[in-house]
């Protein structure tokens, strides 16, 4: 059974962080590159970062450049996003997507919701 299950949302206050992470199992974490999704109230879905299946390239939104960082521990299954300097517009619900392009196979989390707001 696949499962992606995002931890480490909440309330920060302005400029404040908070570290997502996202544990997955029921698939082979390693072969997959790993992506960060965000959807705010009345936008669309928008992806916020990504990492390759090994951990070498990564690339974000131009929005969250600088602040953002993902990283993934493919020993535990699991990828996290270090969110720094957030921001009110932060406000989302971030959704953890597994992607494996090559043979069409995708699997998303339930979501965790991130409020900036003071």
């Known amino acids: 059974q696949v499962q992606l299950v995002e931890s480490g949302g909440g309330l920060v206050q302005p400029g404040g962080s908070l570290r997502l992470s996202c544990a997955a199992s029921g698939f082979t974490f390693s072969l997959y590159a790993m992506r960060w999704y965000r959807q705010a109230p009345g936008k669309e879905r928008e992806l916020v970062a990504a990492i390759i299946s090994y951990g070498g390239i990564t690339n974000y939104a131009d929005s969250v450049k600088g602040r953002f960082t993902i990283s993934r521990d493919n020993a535990k299954n699991t990828v996290y996003l270090q969110m720094n300097s957030l921001k009110p517009e932060d406000t989302a619900v971030y959704y953890c997507?597994?992607?494996?392009?090559?043979?069409?196979?995708?699997?998303w989390g339930q979501g965790t919701q991130v409020t900036v707001s003071s």
């Open positions: 997507n597994a992607a494996r392009d090559s043979v069409r196979s995708y699997y």
